[in-house]
């Protein structure tokens, strides 16, 4: 399967099916942050490199059956 190179928050957001303003949360975490990057000199239109938001999804989902090992927010 192909995918983008990038993918914007929006999309993002789309694929972790919360919104914009969570995945900048998982942005700022200090621990394991969302990989999302910014073209220099730029405030917006920030964007996660699919390949980096992969392995992040690898790092910081579990499966139906290990949920409750990692308890709930």
């Not at 239109?45 to 910081?60: M, P, Y």
């Amino acid at each position: 399967m192909d995918y983008p190179i990038t993918m914007p928050t929006r999309e993002v957001a789309a694929q972790l099916g919360t919104n914009p303003a969570t995945v900048l949360e998982y942005a700022r975490r200090k621990e394991d942050p969302l990989p999302l990057r910014y073209i220099k000199g730029k405030r917006n239109g920030g964007f996660v490199v699919t390949a980096d938001f992969l392995e992040w999804i690898d790092r910081n989902t579990c499966s139906y059956n290990e949920r409750r090992d990692y308890g709930t927010k």
